[in-house]
């Protein structure tokens, strides 16, 4: 009797139990798992799911410490950490033009607007991982991936995210992660702010947003 539409379960990646997280406890930030995982040589980087609109991982102290973690401390991988972003495309979103939608009719909504699908902005250079150019986006939509693109509301939110904001459901562990990122709050809301650099100009050019 389970009801998609309310219940919902959060599985960790990593594993940890995230009713009992003493283990987590750590003077150094670096020996806790999230950490470990992150910074581990296996792991080539980090793919942060923003839902749709509200972008709530951004919000969020534990996604922000694995934000904070895949920024600062991946620089001593031998293959360059990557950090890419992905989302939910809301059907009508997307308006394309009349040819366009012509051109792909059976895959439209509502004559010129986009079927719900996922959005991904990559990183496209692995080199510079804080460089204002390197991103990229796609999607899965049916029929072609340019019938959709980024949510402009999702990179706003990227835009201006402000990690010192981000809160947690147990206050120790809200406080142990702001001693962690310490003064490097700027940082890391820099090197996030420049993966949406691009889709930031292209709103502003068009007076979205």
Request: hydrophobic content about 35%.
């Amino acid at each position: 009797n389970v009801d998609p539409s309310s219940q919902f379960y959060w599985i960790c990646a990593f594993a940890n139990c995230q009713h009992i997280l003493d283990e987590l406890e750590q003077s150094d930030y670096r020996q806790t798992p999230f950490a470990k995982a992150i910074m581990s040589e296996k792991c080539v980087g980090t793919l942060v799911v923003l839902n749709e609109e509200e972008a709530r991982p951004f919000a969020r102290s534990w996604c922000v410490f694995e934000d904070f973690v895949s920024t600062v401390d991946c620089g001593h991988k031998v293959e360059p950490h990557l950090m890419d972003f992905a989302t939910i495309i809301p059907e009508g979103e997307c308006e394309n033009s009349s040819d366009v939608a012509e051109e792909h009719d059976e895959h439209m909504v509502s004559g010129t607007f986009n079927q719900r699908c996922a959005g991904l902005l990559y990183q496209t250079s692995a080199n510079d991982n804080s460089a204002t150019m390197t991103t990229e986006d796609t999607t899965d939509h049916p029929g072609d991936p340019g019938l959709a693109w980024f949510p402009s509301g999702v990179a706003m939110k990227g835009f201006n995210v402000d990690i010192a904001k981000a809160e947690a459901t147990r206050e120790e562990d809200e406080r142990s992660i702001r001693r962690w990122v310490g003064d490097r709050i700027e940082e890391v809301n820099l090197t996030l702010r420049r993966k949406f650099t691009r889709s930031a100009i292209y709103m502003a050019a068009t007076e979205i947003g």
